[in-house]
């Protein structure tokens, strides 16, 4: 069974350019998390969805940050623009039965210039 | 807020010795604490977990204890070795109600051969 996929691995973008990240999560997961892992930090919470609902995004910073999870299975975390401040790794995650095991896409690395 | 803390920042040990890393969380809710290793470049990985029923959980060389009363729980490494050094996270995760998955900020083990 695949685990959860995260595209692109490495985006190197100027400031004031827009990124977009991709998530797939593990097949049956309705528990989809994204993650900001600043260098030498804990991942903190940007969302979470429920199956397509955001049912936590209030550290989701929404000026320039979007996300979507249409149909419930996929998931794109959009930053517009991107700012220096911003670099840093997102990681997707993904949970099935809600009672806590929660596992990690390998995250984009997101540099800003 | 609610908030996980973890101690210490930094462990170094030598080779075979043991090596323990506590934390502390502050929602009493929080039902489900598991232990990630997250090796430099790579996803945080799932090591061990335990859920608030339980006070100690072993799994061969790594094991994990639970003091509900006072909010603690802590991951023991005993006989440790090079492939051990990596930066290891807690979290606290509620089951129910908000659903929120709190990261403590990591430490950072140095096995020395």
């Known amino acids: 069974e695949a685990g959860v996929v995260q595209s692109p691995r490495y985006k190197i973008i100027e400031k004031k350019q827009p990124v977009a990240f991709w998530c797939n999560p593990i097949?049956?997961?309705?528990?989809l998390y994204w993650y900001r892992q600043n260098l030498g930090q804990g991942p903190e919470l940007l969302i979470r969805?429920?199956?397509?609902?955001?049912?936590?995004d209030s550290q989701l910073p929404k000026d320039r940050f979007s996300a979507e999870r249409l149909k419930g299975v996929d998931s794109t975390l959009k930053i517009q623009p991107a700012e220096l401040g911003d670099s840093a790794v997102y990681l997707c995650?993904?949970?099935?039965?809600?009672?806590?095991?929660?596992?990690f896409g390998p995250g984009t690395r997101l540099t800003v210039l | 807020g609610e908030n996980v803390e973890q101690h210490p920042s930094t462990l170094s040990v030598q080779e075979g010795d043991s090596a323990v890393i506590k934390c502390t969380y502050s929602?009493?809710?929080?039902?489900?604490f598991p232990w990630y290793k997250q090796e430099l470049g790579k996803r945080p990985q799932l090591i061990i977990d335990?859920?608030?029923?339980?006070g100690e959980k072993k799994d061969q060389r790594i094991a994990v204890t639970l003091n509900k009363t006072a909010k603690h729980f802590s991951l023991h490494i005993t006989e440790t070795q090079p492939e051990d050094s990596a930066v290891y996270f807690c979290?606290?995760?509620?089951?129910?109600?908000?659903?929120?998955?709190?990261f403590g900020t990591g430490t950072r083990l140095k096995v020395l051969a």
């Open positions: 995650a993904s949970m099935g039965t809600g009672q806590g095991e929660q596992f």
């Open positions: 929602d009493s809710a929080s039902n489900y």
């Open positions: 969805y429920e199956n397509e609902e955001a049912v936590d």
């Open positions: 335990i859920r608030s029923n339980v």
């Open positions: 097949s049956g997961h309705n528990t």
């Open positions: 979290a606290a995760y509620m089951s129910s109600g908000t659903y929120k998955y709190i």
